[in-house]
């Protein structure tokens, strides 16, 4: 009450934020007849001087008035559109780091053009990430004929580009591309063996289009790059042949606001009968047992032209909020398998991860990032939480007049639909133009077979035809048009108006189903109504709709009950969109829940995947490894040491048979014989440096024998990054196995999250310790097959190794006797630069 109050005193936070914003767009404006004024070469010289003032010294906020002053005056000349203030305010928004929720057809293709071109000033680069190629090659085209007029330059990254061009897009000042594949590039990069073959850039600012469809809606499927793993595919036939006999609420549940299928005692008893396993739970059995999850969530919780469509014998996946498909993206933990087992398709081997990283963590490591969406508001707790953007409206350029009208709700799905064919045969016989919103590609189909049974001529845009996404959606404001559509698909194309449309009332949005998230529903609404264009909408529902019967409760059937239901009559009433609106906003905190577990999860793995990379671009980058080999030696000496050297016991007593068998298995070399004087007074940490000298003279021999230093160095690299990589991939494995199973800690009382913590660290910690080991196992025992020749040593896979070594290894020999005291390689250096020996002359 006293927010309220308050807020109607002094504003909201974001109208005063917009208020401090308008003298800058006085200031862009006093710009106006200058920039007019100018010849097109003098217009283009601006970047160069724009550049010239940046490497001076000048912040680049004191360049925005000017910048985007030109930016306006190029799109004029170069595409006939002025970009109005509200846009200024927008541009203003993104450049400041914030997402920028503009009302659709306000133009935020446009706006993105001046933070755009102000940050390109740096030569950092700018990446614009879109929903889909179509719109990232669009958008290249048009907007790319502002920066060509201004000398900047542009690149799309596509699906389906070879390396070289993906690096020529990225080197340009502008980038437009896809939210995978900017993702998926950054992963690639981090599987290469040589530094000319990276493609991306430092990550340095992005803008994200449609920003809560990729932030929000898309962060809850993570990125995976994955390798075929040897596994057969019969079982996943074998266990798909028993789901059907289960029988629902005896052998298995469902919960569908959980999305969960769980056998129950009975269906467990009932399926080792079946499969012939004793006990499904037994460790022997938990791959038979990881099956039979999978392939009864496959048959229960997955449905064919809902979730997936079955196209060439292949099955693809259908985005649950773009209603697109996805091509190339997999289910992964074998749901996949599980899936092409149920259609009876060709199985696909299962793969194991060699890359994954979330959206949430990918786009967390741009230097600056910024969003523009019209729906961005009903999530900004969550965009603050997770990526720390700041949700600003803008408001529109014309007022908004679009009617939107109460819900009206029947007892069955079959009402529903009877009443919204009748709505759109009596607009359609009036001209007015109708797009039909639904939830899925199926009920999409169903109702175009209606339309076409009452001679209703009608386009249908979902998964199936998204090639034509654009062309269709463009015409839906076209007098007397039918458009039926999956929710989301066309976002990003505005919906302009035929004639003769704006007397009949404007676009009629026609939803057959509420979504589970609001954000959806308005963006359907928000198809209509564009730059002050009348329009209308309204969504038609059931009781028997997926949201009201599983999330609605009882709230919504009390009032149903309270006002009355008959055969054919619907309720309008503003109680029951309220408790509609209650029942997604409990839907959209679950969803929110599960992005926050994923991420909480990631950011375990973020921290390993930050010390793997910064490792990997180290030795891409060509950090010469002298010094780091030799200290690994000198760990790994210590290690030997501090495990046999026991300094309660005298010399002669220690395990020497032991000490020179762990020296042998990791150095590829029998230590010499020490001799009574060396021995008196040896403790661990003179053993350490004994083992350290001795495998010092043997990796300085390696060297020399293998080539000429520049080429060890090399050697030196490669051995080491393909270590990194094949023991990274195992640790991915072994910590998906962690996670899998991490659940089932909750039942001993414990967190599973900082179990996951602790147990993924010390996971980590022997990785790493793993990595040093056997990249000095590898680095003393590696002959090349031609050592004259050491080319090539950037492609891994084709350099001939012969290792050597094994059995017992050479006798032991005796030391020979020293001349001088030994230096200890933390002694200070003799040559008295005051350094210690291993930085000095004995480094």
Not at 456 to 483: D, F, R, W, Y
Not at 493 to 518: K, Q
Not at 570 to 593: C, G, M, T, W, Y
Not at 645 to 651: I, N, T
């Amino acid at each position: 009450m006293i927010g309220k109050f308050l807020t109607q005193i002094f504003g909201s936070k974001n109208e005063r934020d917009l208020k401090k914003l308008q003298p800058v767009v006085e200031a862009i404006n006093r710009f106006e007849p200058q920039m007019k004024a100018m010849r097109d070469d003098q217009l283009k010289g601006q970047t160069a001087r724009l550049k010239a003032l940046l490497a001076n010294g000048e912040p680049l906020d004191d360049l925005l008035p000017e910048a985007f002053a030109t930016v306006r005056e190029a799109s004029v000349r170069a595409l006939g559109m002025r970009h109005y203030d509200v846009q200024l305010i927008g541009g203003m928004v993104l450049h400041g780091g914030k997402i920028a929720e503009m009302k659709t057809g306000e133009g935020k293709t446009l706006v993105a053009t001046l933070p755009v071109y102000l940050n390109a000033l740096t030569g950092r680069g700018v990446h614009v990430i879109t929903v889909n190629d179509y719109l990232a090659r669009r958008d290249t085209e048009w907007m790319g004929q502002i920066y060509a007029f201004l000398g900047m330059t542009v690149g799309t990254v596509q699906h389906g580009i070879d390396d070289r061009r993906r690096k020529e897009a990225y080197g340009a000042d502008i980038t437009y591309g896809t939210n995978n594949e900017f993702g998926f590039d950054y992963l690639r990069d981090n599987m290469k063996f040589d530094a000319k073959a990276l493609v991306q850039r430092n990550l340095h600012y992005a803008i994200v289009d449609e920003v809560d469809s990729i932030l929000i809606d898309e962060a809850r499927t993570p990125l995976i790059i994955s390798g075929p793993a040897e596994k057969s595919t019969q079982l996943y036939y074998q266990v798909n042949a028993i789901i059907p006999k289960l029988k629902v609420e005896v052998d298995y549940k469902i919960d569908e606001k959980a999305r969960s299928a769980t056998l129950t005692e009975e269906g467990v008893a009932h399926t080792e009968q079946m499969l012939g396993v004793e006990n499904l739970y037994d460790p022997v059995s938990i791959e038979m047992l990881h099956h039979t999850n999978q392939a009864l969530k496959a048959h229960t919780l997955f449905k064919r032209d809902v979730d997936y469509i079955v196209k060439d014998g292949e099955v693809i996946i259908v985005d649950e909020f773009t209603g697109r498909l996805m091509p190339g993206r997999r289910y992964s933990e074998g749901l996949h398998q599980a899936l092409e087992a149920k259609e009876n398709v060709k199985i696909e081997n299962e793969n194991q991860t060699l890359a994954t990283i979330t959206f949430q963590n990918y786009f967390r490591m741009y230097a600056k990032l910024a969003g523009m969406t019209g729906t961005a508001d009903t999530e900004a707790a969550e965009f603050k939480k997770i990526y720390n953007l700041e949700v600003s409206l803008i408001p529109t350029n014309m007022p908004m007049i679009r009617k939107d009208f109460s819900d009206v709700i029947y007892k069955t799905r079959r009402e529903k639909f009877n009443a919204a064919i009748e709505e759109i045969k009596q607009l359609h016989k009036k001209g007015q133009p109708v797009l039909v919103g639904t939830v899925s590609i199926d009920i999409s189909e169903q109702l175009a077979g209606k339309l076409k049974k009452q001679g209703i001529p009608h386009e249908v845009l979902n998964a199936k035809n998204h090639e034509k996404e654009a062309e269709i959606i463009s015409m839906a404001g076209q007098k007397g048009a039918v458009t039926i559509s999956t929710n989301m698909a066309g976002r990003g194309t505005d919906i302009v108006l035929g004639e003769g449309v704006t007397e009949l009332g404007g676009l009629h949005i026609l939803g057959t189903e509420r979504h589970e998230s609001r954000r959806i529903d308005n963006q359907l609404r928000g198809r209509s109504g564009r730059q002050g264009d009348p329009g209308s909408s309204r969504f038609y529902l059931a009781l028997e709709d997926d949201l009201l019967r599983i999330f609605g409760g009882e709230r919504i059937t009390g009032i149903m009950e309270r006002l009355g239901m008959e055969e054919g009559e619907p309720i309008e009433h503003n109680l029951i969109s309220r408790a509609i609106e209650n029942a997604q906003s409990k839907v959209e905190a679950h969803n929110f829940d599960i992005r926050k577990h994923l991420l909480e999860y990631d950011d375990v793995m973020n921290q390993q995947r930050e010390v793997i990379y910064k490792q990997r671009r180290d030795l891409l980058t060509g950090v010469d490894l002298k010094s780091t080999i030799e200290d690994i030696i000198m760990e790994s000496a210590e290690d030997i040491a501090a495990k046999f050297a026991d300094e309660r016991a005298l010399p002669e007593d220690w395990d020497w048979v032991a000490i020179s068998d762990a020296v042998f298995q990791q150095f590829n070399f029998r230590p010499a014989e020490m001799d009574a004087d060396t021995l008196d007074g040896l403790n661990q940490e003179g053993l350490a440096q004994e083992i350290y000298d001795q495998a010092h003279v043997r990796y300085e021999e390696k060297a020399a024998m293998l080539g000429s230093g520049d080429d060890f160095r090399q050697l030196e690299r490669m051995i080491m990054l393909q270590t990194v990589d094949n023991l990274w991939k195992d640790h991915l494995l072994s910590m998906d196995h962690l996670k899998e199973g991490i659940g089932l800690r909750g039942y001993a009382q414990q967190n599973p999250l900082l179990v996951y913590k602790k147990e993924g660290f010390d996971m980590f910690q022997e990785t790493i310790g793993r990595i040093k080991s056997e990249t000095l196992g590898i680095l003393f025992r590696i002959q090349l097959a031609e050592p004259d020749h050491i080319e090539n040593l950037h492609k891994p896979r084709e350099q001939k190794l012969i290792f050597s070594g094994g059995g017992d290894g050479p006798p032991l020999k005796k030391t020979v006797k020293r001349e001088a005291d030994k230096i200890g390689r933390n002694d200070p250096c003799p040559c008295g630069s005051g350094k210690k020996y291993k930085k000095c002359c004995g480094g």
